[in-house]
Protein backbone atom coordinates (compact mmCIF):
# COMPACT_ATOMS: atom_id res chain seq x y z
CA UNK A 1 0.00 0.00 0.00
CA UNK A 2 1.84 3.09 -0.99
CA UNK A 3 0.59 5.20 2.23
CA UNK A 4 3.52 2.97 3.91
CA UNK A 5 5.79 4.38 2.27
CA UNK A 6 5.08 7.94 4.07
CA UNK A 7 7.39 9.73 5.61
CA UNK A 8 4.89 10.46 8.82
CA UNK A 9 4.51 7.49 9.69
CA UNK A 10 4.65 6.37 13.01
CA UNK A 11 5.33 2.98 14.53
CA UNK A 12 2.69 2.00 17.03
CA UNK A 13 5.06 1.10 20.33
CA UNK A 14 6.72 4.61 19.78
CA UNK A 15 3.67 6.58 20.02
CA UNK A 16 2.11 4.74 22.89
CA UNK A 17 4.85 3.72 24.64
CA UNK A 18 5.26 7.49 25.79
CA UNK A 19 1.65 8.34 26.79
CA UNK A 20 0.97 8.21 30.47
CA UNK A 21 -1.27 5.49 32.64
CA UNK A 22 -3.82 6.49 33.90
CA UNK A 23 -6.11 5.04 37.02
CA UNK A 24 -9.29 3.89 34.86
CA UNK A 25 -11.38 2.27 38.13
CA UNK A 26 -11.41 6.19 39.60
CA UNK A 27 -11.91 8.00 35.55
CA UNK A 28 -14.84 5.08 35.43
CA UNK A 29 -16.36 6.23 39.00
CA UNK A 30 -16.11 9.80 37.94
CA UNK A 31 -17.67 9.50 34.97
CA UNK A 32 -20.60 7.70 36.58
CA UNK A 33 -21.94 10.06 38.56
CA UNK A 34 -21.35 12.50 35.82
CA UNK A 35 -23.76 10.44 33.51
CA UNK A 36 -26.10 9.70 36.35
CA UNK A 37 -26.99 13.60 35.98
CA UNK A 38 -27.40 13.72 32.44
CA UNK A 39 -30.92 13.21 31.54
CA UNK A 40 -30.72 13.91 27.84
CA UNK A 41 -32.17 11.80 25.58
CA UNK A 42 -29.48 10.50 22.93
CA UNK A 43 -29.93 10.47 19.26
CA UNK A 44 -27.23 8.90 17.29
CA UNK A 45 -27.41 9.32 13.50
CA UNK A 46 -26.05 6.73 12.19
CA UNK A 47 -24.65 7.48 8.18
CA UNK A 48 -24.56 3.24 7.79
CA UNK A 49 -25.28 0.75 9.97
CA UNK A 50 -21.69 -0.34 10.90
CA UNK A 51 -21.80 2.77 13.88
CA UNK A 52 -23.53 0.23 16.31
CA UNK A 53 -20.47 -1.19 16.12
CA UNK A 54 -19.62 -0.87 20.36
CA UNK A 55 -22.95 -0.92 21.77
CA UNK A 56 -25.57 -3.69 23.27
CA UNK A 57 -28.73 -4.05 23.87
CA UNK A 58 -29.33 -0.57 21.95
CA UNK A 59 -32.46 0.13 19.50
CA UNK A 60 -31.92 0.92 16.08
CA UNK A 61 -34.45 2.59 13.60
CA UNK A 62 -34.17 2.59 10.34
CA UNK A 63 -36.45 5.47 9.36
CA UNK A 64 -37.04 8.62 11.15
CA UNK A 65 -40.65 9.10 11.39
CA UNK A 66 -42.20 10.67 14.34
CA UNK A 67 -43.70 7.09 15.50
CA UNK A 68 -40.21 5.68 15.39
CA UNK A 69 -38.33 8.84 17.09
CA UNK A 70 -41.55 8.76 19.68
CA UNK A 71 -40.68 4.86 20.51
CA UNK A 72 -36.39 5.89 20.86
CA UNK A 73 -37.88 8.38 23.43
CA UNK A 74 -40.38 5.96 25.31
CA UNK A 75 -37.43 3.43 25.70
CA UNK A 76 -35.91 3.23 29.40
CA UNK A 77 -32.34 3.69 27.41
CA UNK A 78 -30.51 6.77 27.57
CA UNK A 79 -29.77 6.44 23.84
CA UNK A 80 -31.26 5.09 20.18
CA UNK A 81 -29.92 5.03 17.28
CA UNK A 82 -31.22 6.47 13.64
CA UNK A 83 -30.04 4.48 10.38
CA UNK A 84 -29.95 7.22 7.62
CA UNK A 85 -27.81 5.24 5.97
CA UNK A 86 -26.65 8.98 4.41
CA UNK A 87 -23.27 7.89 2.78
CA UNK A 88 -25.20 6.57 0.12
CA UNK A 89 -26.97 9.37 -0.46
CA UNK A 90 -26.89 12.38 -2.41
CA UNK A 91 -25.99 15.82 -0.82
CA UNK A 92 -29.58 16.97 -1.84
CA UNK A 93 -31.29 13.73 -0.17
CA UNK A 94 -28.80 13.91 3.11
CA UNK A 95 -29.97 17.75 3.57
CA UNK A 96 -33.54 16.78 2.88
CA UNK A 97 -33.33 13.67 5.20
CA UNK A 98 -31.10 15.68 8.22
CA UNK A 99 -33.62 18.73 8.02
CA UNK A 100 -36.39 16.39 8.63
CA UNK A 101 -34.42 14.12 11.45
CA UNK A 102 -33.95 17.55 13.44
CA UNK A 103 -37.71 18.75 13.01
CA UNK A 104 -39.17 15.59 14.36
CA UNK A 105 -36.98 14.93 16.96
CA UNK A 106 -38.18 18.35 17.86
CA UNK A 107 -41.52 18.15 17.74
CA UNK A 108 -41.18 14.58 19.95
CA UNK A 109 -38.34 16.38 22.23
CA UNK A 110 -41.11 19.30 22.96
CA UNK A 111 -44.15 16.65 23.70
CA UNK A 112 -41.97 15.29 26.40
CA UNK A 113 -40.36 18.30 27.73
CA UNK A 114 -37.06 16.18 27.33
CA UNK A 115 -33.69 17.43 26.60
CA UNK A 116 -31.87 16.19 24.11
CA UNK A 117 -28.66 15.09 22.35
CA UNK A 118 -27.76 14.49 18.61
CA UNK A 119 -24.31 12.73 17.94
CA UNK A 120 -23.86 12.49 13.58
CA UNK A 121 -21.80 9.30 13.65
CA UNK A 122 -19.37 9.39 10.96
CA UNK A 123 -16.72 6.71 9.43
CA UNK A 124 -13.72 6.86 11.45
CA UNK A 125 -11.86 7.30 8.42
CA UNK A 126 -12.80 10.14 8.14
CA UNK A 127 -15.45 10.05 4.97
CA UNK A 128 -19.35 11.41 4.88
CA UNK A 129 -21.08 14.24 4.42
CA UNK A 130 -19.21 16.41 6.33
CA UNK A 131 -19.81 19.22 7.42
CA UNK A 132 -23.27 19.50 5.74
CA UNK A 133 -24.72 17.09 8.23
CA UNK A 134 -24.15 18.79 11.23
CA UNK A 135 -24.54 22.31 9.44
CA UNK A 136 -28.40 21.32 8.82
CA UNK A 137 -29.09 19.96 12.14
CA UNK A 138 -27.58 22.74 13.76
CA UNK A 139 -29.45 25.13 11.60
CA UNK A 140 -33.25 23.31 11.89
CA UNK A 141 -32.21 22.80 15.53
CA UNK A 142 -31.25 26.49 16.42
CA UNK A 143 -34.73 27.59 13.92
CA UNK A 144 -37.16 26.17 15.34
CA UNK A 145 -36.01 26.09 19.09
CA UNK A 146 -33.87 28.38 21.88
CA UNK A 147 -31.16 26.44 21.63
CA UNK A 148 -27.66 27.79 20.36
CA UNK A 149 -24.83 25.46 19.35
CA UNK A 150 -21.57 26.93 21.01
CA UNK A 151 -19.03 24.33 18.92
CA UNK A 152 -19.01 20.83 17.44
CA UNK A 153 -16.65 18.11 18.98
CA UNK A 154 -15.06 16.35 16.63
CA UNK A 155 -13.96 12.46 17.78
CA UNK A 156 -13.19 9.80 15.46
CA UNK A 157 -11.22 7.81 17.62
CA UNK A 158 -11.98 3.83 16.84
CA UNK A 159 -10.17 1.56 18.96
CA UNK A 160 -11.71 -1.55 17.58
CA UNK A 161 -11.20 -0.15 14.06
CA UNK A 162 -7.36 1.06 14.71
CA UNK A 163 -8.04 4.56 14.12
CA UNK A 164 -6.37 7.38 16.76
CA UNK A 165 -6.01 10.80 16.88
CA UNK A 166 -2.34 11.86 18.43
CA UNK A 167 -0.95 15.67 18.08
CA UNK A 168 -4.42 16.34 16.56
CA UNK A 169 -3.58 14.19 13.64
CA UNK A 170 -5.78 11.59 12.61
CA UNK A 171 -4.18 7.98 12.17
CA UNK A 172 -4.73 4.73 10.83
CA UNK A 173 -3.07 1.78 11.96
CA UNK A 174 -1.84 -1.17 8.98
CA UNK A 175 -0.20 -3.69 11.56
CA UNK A 176 2.84 -2.38 13.13
CA UNK A 177 2.72 1.48 11.64
CA UNK A 178 0.38 4.65 12.03
CA UNK A 179 -0.20 6.37 9.22
CA UNK A 180 -2.28 9.48 8.80
CA UNK A 181 -5.73 9.61 7.77
CA UNK A 182 -4.91 11.78 4.82
CA UNK A 183 -2.41 9.23 3.33
CA UNK A 184 -4.26 6.11 2.61
CA UNK A 185 -6.93 5.04 0.40
CA UNK A 186 -9.94 6.14 1.98
CA UNK A 187 -8.70 9.62 1.70
CA UNK A 188 -8.92 9.38 -2.18
CA UNK A 189 -12.46 7.96 -1.88
CA UNK A 190 -14.08 9.43 -5.39
CA UNK A 191 -16.97 10.80 -3.27
CA UNK A 192 -15.42 12.04 0.11
CA UNK A 193 -11.87 12.97 -0.27
CA UNK A 194 -9.38 14.78 1.50
CA UNK A 195 -6.06 15.54 2.17
CA UNK A 196 -5.45 16.81 5.27
CA UNK A 197 -5.12 14.60 8.63
CA UNK A 198 -4.48 17.62 11.26
CA UNK A 199 -8.00 17.25 12.57
CA UNK A 200 -8.17 21.26 12.75
CA UNK A 201 -6.74 21.71 8.93
CA UNK A 202 -9.17 18.73 8.21
CA UNK A 203 -12.57 20.63 9.66
CA UNK A 204 -10.98 23.68 7.88
CA UNK A 205 -10.80 21.55 4.26
CA UNK A 206 -14.22 20.15 4.67
CA UNK A 207 -15.56 23.97 5.36
CA UNK A 208 -14.15 25.70 2.47
CA UNK A 209 -12.21 27.39 4.15
CA UNK A 210 -15.31 28.77 6.77
CA UNK A 211 -13.69 27.32 10.27
CA UNK A 212 -9.86 27.97 10.64
CA UNK A 213 -7.74 25.36 12.17
CA UNK A 214 -6.07 27.94 14.53
CA UNK A 215 -9.93 28.64 16.06
CA UNK A 216 -10.05 25.18 17.20
CA UNK A 217 -10.04 24.24 20.59
CA UNK A 218 -7.86 21.04 20.80
CA UNK A 219 -8.29 18.47 24.02
CA UNK A 220 -4.40 16.60 23.70
CA UNK A 221 -4.11 13.92 25.68
CA UNK A 222 -1.28 15.01 27.95
CA UNK A 223 -3.84 17.19 29.28
CA UNK A 224 -6.22 14.11 29.25
CA UNK A 225 -4.01 12.05 30.92
CA UNK A 226 -3.30 14.31 33.15
CA UNK A 227 -6.75 14.17 34.63
CA UNK A 228 -7.24 17.62 34.09
CA UNK A 229 -10.55 17.70 34.41
CA UNK A 230 -11.37 21.47 35.31
CA UNK A 231 -8.83 22.83 32.58
CA UNK A 232 -10.84 21.37 29.38
CA UNK A 233 -14.21 21.92 30.85
CA UNK A 234 -12.62 25.97 31.21
CA UNK A 235 -11.79 25.00 27.50
CA UNK A 236 -15.15 23.69 26.25
CA UNK A 237 -16.16 27.11 28.31
CA UNK A 238 -14.69 29.36 26.07
CA UNK A 239 -15.34 27.83 22.46
CA UNK A 240 -17.52 30.12 20.48
CA UNK A 241 -19.16 30.31 17.21
CA UNK A 242 -19.46 26.72 16.50
CA UNK A 243 -16.30 26.05 16.15
CA UNK A 244 -14.42 22.74 16.32
CA UNK A 245 -12.94 20.87 19.74
CA UNK A 246 -10.39 18.57 18.49
CA UNK A 247 -10.72 15.79 20.82
CA UNK A 248 -7.35 13.63 21.09
CA UNK A 249 -7.34 9.56 21.92
CA UNK A 250 -6.10 6.50 21.92
CA UNK A 251 -7.98 4.59 23.92
CA UNK A 252 -11.90 4.32 25.55
CA UNK A 253 -10.22 6.25 29.03
CA UNK A 254 -9.61 9.37 26.77
CA UNK A 255 -13.26 9.48 25.87
CA UNK A 256 -14.21 9.18 29.07
CA UNK A 257 -12.01 11.75 30.75
CA UNK A 258 -13.28 14.06 27.85
CA UNK A 259 -17.23 13.02 28.25
CA UNK A 260 -16.87 13.66 32.12
CA UNK A 261 -15.27 17.30 31.24
CA UNK A 262 -18.22 17.80 28.65
CA UNK A 263 -20.83 17.25 30.86
CA UNK A 264 -19.52 19.94 33.26
CA UNK A 265 -19.91 22.43 30.52
CA UNK A 266 -22.75 21.08 29.30
CA UNK A 267 -24.51 21.43 32.58
CA UNK A 268 -23.13 25.49 32.57
CA UNK A 269 -25.19 25.80 29.82
CA UNK A 270 -23.05 24.89 26.91
CA UNK A 271 -24.36 23.30 23.63
CA UNK A 272 -22.57 21.19 21.25
CA UNK A 273 -23.02 19.35 18.46
CA UNK A 274 -20.91 15.84 17.58
CA UNK A 275 -19.14 14.51 14.65
CA UNK A 276 -17.86 11.30 16.15
CA UNK A 277 -16.72 7.63 15.09
CA UNK A 278 -18.52 4.82 17.42
CA UNK A 279 -16.70 5.11 20.38
CA UNK A 280 -18.17 8.17 21.78
CA UNK A 281 -21.96 6.66 21.08
CA UNK A 282 -20.70 3.77 24.00
CA UNK A 283 -19.22 6.29 26.42
CA UNK A 284 -21.78 8.81 26.70
CA UNK A 285 -24.69 6.78 26.50
CA UNK A 286 -23.55 4.23 29.65
CA UNK A 287 -22.91 0.71 27.26
CA UNK A 288 -21.79 -1.56 29.71
CA UNK A 289 -18.59 -3.82 28.65
CA UNK A 290 -19.85 -7.25 27.63
CA UNK A 291 -17.88 -9.91 26.11
CA UNK A 292 -17.78 -11.15 21.58
CA UNK A 293 -21.12 -13.02 21.40
CA UNK A 294 -21.19 -16.76 21.19
CA UNK A 295 -22.28 -19.16 18.57
CA UNK A 296 -24.94 -20.45 20.99
CA UNK A 297 -25.88 -16.83 21.34
CA UNK A 298 -26.04 -15.79 17.44
CA UNK A 299 -27.65 -19.49 16.40
CA UNK A 300 -30.90 -19.66 17.98
CA UNK A 301 -32.52 -22.52 16.26
CA UNK A 302 -31.65 -25.63 14.61
CA UNK A 303 -31.25 -25.11 10.97
CA UNK A 304 -30.61 -27.94 7.97
CA UNK A 305 -30.12 -25.05 6.25
CA UNK A 306 -26.90 -23.12 5.04
CA UNK A 307 -25.89 -19.49 5.94
CA UNK A 308 -25.63 -16.29 3.76
CA UNK A 309 -22.69 -14.56 3.44
CA UNK A 310 -23.36 -11.57 0.80
CA UNK A 311 -19.69 -9.51 -0.38
CA UNK A 312 -20.40 -6.09 -1.67
CA UNK A 313 -17.66 -3.85 -0.42
CA UNK A 314 -15.07 -2.72 -2.93
CA UNK A 315 -11.69 -1.51 -0.64
CA UNK A 316 -8.32 -3.06 -0.62
CA UNK A 317 -9.01 -4.77 3.02
CA UNK A 318 -12.64 -6.39 2.10
CA UNK A 319 -10.83 -7.90 -1.39
CA UNK A 320 -8.21 -9.64 1.12
CA UNK A 321 -10.36 -10.68 3.49
CA UNK A 322 -12.78 -12.30 0.56
CA UNK A 323 -9.29 -13.95 -0.62
CA UNK A 324 -8.86 -15.63 2.65
CA UNK A 325 -12.64 -16.78 2.99
CA UNK A 326 -12.07 -18.64 -0.01
CA UNK A 327 -9.74 -20.87 2.15
CA UNK A 328 -13.53 -22.37 3.76
CA UNK A 329 -14.24 -25.60 1.94
CA UNK A 330 -17.73 -25.68 3.65
CA UNK A 331 -18.69 -22.68 1.28
CA UNK A 332 -20.13 -22.42 -1.76
CA UNK A 333 -18.89 -18.56 -3.89
CA UNK A 334 -21.01 -17.39 -6.37
CA UNK A 335 -19.53 -14.30 -8.70
CA UNK A 336 -22.43 -12.18 -8.97
CA UNK A 337 -21.13 -10.59 -12.55
CA UNK A 338 -22.45 -6.66 -11.76
CA UNK A 339 -20.92 -5.21 -14.67
CA UNK A 340 -23.92 -6.63 -16.62
CA UNK A 341 -25.55 -3.86 -15.62
CA UNK A 342 -25.35 -1.81 -18.57
CA UNK A 343 -27.05 -4.36 -20.57
CA UNK A 344 -30.41 -4.64 -18.15
CA UNK A 345 -31.63 -8.39 -20.29
CA UNK A 346 -28.49 -9.97 -19.43
CA UNK A 347 -28.17 -8.32 -16.17
CA UNK A 348 -31.35 -9.45 -15.27
CA UNK A 349 -30.71 -12.88 -16.44
CA UNK A 350 -27.99 -12.96 -14.05
CA UNK A 351 -29.76 -11.70 -10.95
CA UNK A 352 -32.35 -14.73 -11.26
CA UNK A 353 -29.26 -17.30 -12.09
CA UNK A 354 -27.32 -16.10 -8.58
CA UNK A 355 -30.94 -15.76 -6.55
CA UNK A 356 -31.64 -19.41 -8.01
CA UNK A 357 -28.21 -20.73 -7.46
CA UNK A 358 -28.13 -19.50 -3.75
CA UNK A 359 -31.52 -20.58 -2.91
CA UNK A 360 -30.99 -24.45 -3.99
CA UNK A 361 -27.53 -24.39 -2.23
CA UNK A 362 -28.56 -22.43 1.08
CA UNK A 363 -31.94 -25.23 1.24
CA UNK A 364 -29.45 -27.96 0.81
CA UNK A 365 -27.43 -27.12 3.78
CA UNK A 366 -24.58 -25.22 2.24
CA UNK A 367 -23.28 -21.98 2.93
CA UNK A 368 -23.13 -19.24 -0.07
CA UNK A 369 -21.08 -16.55 -0.34
CA UNK A 370 -22.09 -14.13 -3.17
CA UNK A 371 -19.40 -11.59 -4.28
CA UNK A 372 -19.57 -9.09 -6.66
CA UNK A 373 -17.13 -8.98 -9.40
CA UNK A 374 -13.97 -7.47 -7.71
CA UNK A 375 -12.97 -4.51 -10.65
CA UNK A 376 -15.02 -1.20 -10.14
CA UNK A 377 -16.41 0.02 -13.11
CA UNK A 378 -15.22 3.13 -14.22
CA UNK A 379 -17.28 4.67 -17.53
CA UNK A 380 -14.28 7.44 -17.64
CA UNK A 381 -13.72 10.99 -16.51
CA UNK A 382 -17.02 13.02 -15.95
CA UNK A 383 -19.31 10.02 -15.69
CA UNK A 384 -19.71 10.12 -12.04
CA UNK A 385 -23.27 10.70 -11.81
CA UNK A 386 -23.98 7.79 -14.60
CA UNK A 387 -21.70 5.46 -12.13
CA UNK A 388 -23.57 6.54 -8.66
CA UNK A 389 -27.16 5.60 -11.06
CA UNK A 390 -25.36 2.26 -11.75
CA UNK A 391 -24.16 1.33 -8.40
CA UNK A 392 -27.98 2.31 -6.97
CA UNK A 393 -29.12 -0.13 -9.88
CA UNK A 394 -26.35 -2.84 -8.39
CA UNK A 395 -27.26 -1.76 -5.19
CA UNK A 396 -30.85 -2.95 -5.99
CA UNK A 397 -30.03 -6.31 -7.70
CA UNK A 398 -27.53 -7.41 -4.75
CA UNK A 399 -30.12 -6.61 -2.20
CA UNK A 400 -33.25 -8.48 -4.35
CA UNK A 401 -31.22 -11.68 -3.85
CA UNK A 402 -32.21 -11.13 0.04
CA UNK A 403 -36.08 -9.90 -0.90
CA UNK A 404 -37.10 -12.72 -3.37
CA UNK A 405 -35.25 -15.60 -1.24
CA UNK A 406 -38.03 -18.04 -0.62
CA UNK A 407 -35.73 -20.29 2.12
CA UNK A 408 -34.65 -18.75 5.77
CA UNK A 409 -31.15 -19.45 5.80
CA UNK A 410 -29.31 -20.21 9.27
CA UNK A 411 -27.59 -16.41 9.42
CA UNK A 412 -26.70 -13.33 7.13
CA UNK A 413 -23.45 -11.68 6.91
CA UNK A 414 -22.92 -8.53 4.70
CA UNK A 415 -19.77 -7.31 3.92
CA UNK A 416 -19.99 -3.10 3.54
CA UNK A 417 -21.41 -0.10 5.09
CA UNK A 418 -23.73 0.61 1.75
CA UNK A 419 -24.85 -3.58 1.28
CA UNK A 420 -25.54 -3.68 4.68
CA UNK A 421 -27.89 -0.71 5.15
CA UNK A 422 -29.76 -1.86 1.91
CA UNK A 423 -30.16 -5.36 2.59
CA UNK A 424 -31.21 -4.52 6.25
CA UNK A 425 -33.54 -1.80 5.17
CA UNK A 426 -35.11 -3.11 1.89
CA UNK A 427 -34.19 -7.09 1.55
CA UNK A 428 -35.00 -7.85 5.40
CA UNK A 429 -37.68 -5.35 6.04
CA UNK A 430 -36.33 -4.02 9.60
CA UNK A 431 -38.04 -1.11 11.01
CA UNK A 432 -36.62 -1.49 14.19
CA UNK A 433 -34.04 -4.14 14.94
CA UNK A 434 -31.84 -5.22 18.44
CA UNK A 435 -27.87 -4.41 18.37
CA UNK A 436 -26.64 -7.78 20.29
CA UNK A 437 -23.37 -7.02 20.08
CA UNK A 438 -20.29 -7.83 18.48
CA UNK A 439 -19.13 -10.93 17.41
CA UNK A 440 -15.33 -9.97 16.67
CA UNK A 441 -14.48 -6.62 17.70
CA UNK A 442 -16.19 -3.46 15.70
CA UNK A 443 -18.40 -5.86 13.78
CA UNK A 444 -21.78 -5.44 15.04
CA UNK A 445 -24.80 -8.29 15.03
CA UNK A 446 -28.68 -7.36 14.64
CA UNK A 447 -31.68 -8.92 15.93
CA UNK A 448 -34.05 -8.36 13.19
CA UNK A 449 -37.46 -7.02 14.76
CA UNK A 450 -40.85 -9.27 14.48
CA UNK A 451 -41.71 -7.35 11.81
CA UNK A 452 -39.30 -8.13 9.13
CA UNK A 453 -38.80 -10.75 6.64
CA UNK A 454 -36.98 -13.42 9.16
CA UNK A 455 -37.89 -12.51 12.23
CA UNK A 456 -35.07 -12.47 14.90
CA UNK A 457 -32.48 -14.07 12.16
CA UNK A 458 -28.55 -12.57 13.21
CA UNK A 459 -27.95 -10.04 10.88
CA UNK A 460 -23.79 -9.67 10.91
CA UNK A 461 -22.94 -5.97 9.58
CA UNK A 462 -19.36 -6.51 8.52
CA UNK A 463 -17.84 -3.38 7.99
CA UNK A 464 -15.78 -2.78 4.54
CA UNK A 465 -12.88 -1.30 6.01
CA UNK A 466 -12.22 -3.44 10.09
CA UNK A 467 -10.55 -6.52 10.81
CA UNK A 468 -7.29 -8.38 9.90
CA UNK A 469 -7.27 -10.18 6.93
CA UNK A 470 -8.80 -13.15 8.65
CA UNK A 471 -10.92 -11.86 10.46
CA UNK A 472 -14.32 -12.36 8.23
CA UNK A 473 -13.20 -16.40 7.40
CA UNK A 474 -12.85 -16.30 11.19
CA UNK A 475 -16.52 -14.57 11.77
CA UNK A 476 -18.02 -17.89 9.45
CA UNK A 477 -16.27 -20.30 10.73
CA UNK A 478 -17.55 -19.14 14.47
CA UNK A 479 -20.95 -19.18 12.67
CA UNK A 480 -20.91 -22.87 11.86
CA UNK A 481 -20.99 -24.25 8.51
Same mark, same amino acid.
Given at each position: ???? $???? %????????????????????????????????????????????????? @????????????????????????????????????????????? /???????? %??????? @???????????????????????????? $?????????????? /????? +?????????????? *???? /?? #??????????????? =? /????????????? #???????????????????????? #????? $????????????????? @???????????????????????????????????????? %??????????????????? +???? #?????????????? $??????????????????????????????????? +???????????????????? *???????????????????????? =????????? +??????????????????????????????????????? =??????????????????
Amino acid at each position: MGAI $NSTD %KRLVNEVFDKIPAVDRNAVQEMLKNELANLNKKIIVLDDDPTGVQTVHN @ISVYTDWSVDSIEKGFGEQNAMFFILTNSRGFTSAETEKAHKEIA /ENVLEVAK %KHGKDFI @IISRGDSTLRGHYPLETEVLKETIESGS $NTKFDGEVIIPFFK /EGGRF +TVDNIHYVQYEDYL *VPAG /ET #EFAKDRTFGYTKSHL =G /EWAEEKSDGEFKA #ENATYISLESLRALEVEKITNQLL #EVSDF $NKVVVNAVDYVDVEIFV @ISLIKAMKAGKHFMFRSAAALTKVIGGVSERGLLTREELI %KEDSEHGGLIIVGSHVKKT +TEQL #EELKKCDFIEFIEF $NVHLVLHPEEFKAETDRVIETSENLIRSGKSVAIY +TKRERMDLGEGKKEEELKLS *VQISDAVTSIVQRLNVRPKFIVAK =GGITSSDIG +TKGLEVKRATVAGQIKPGIPVWFTGEESKFPGISYIIFP =GNVGAKTTLKETVELLGK
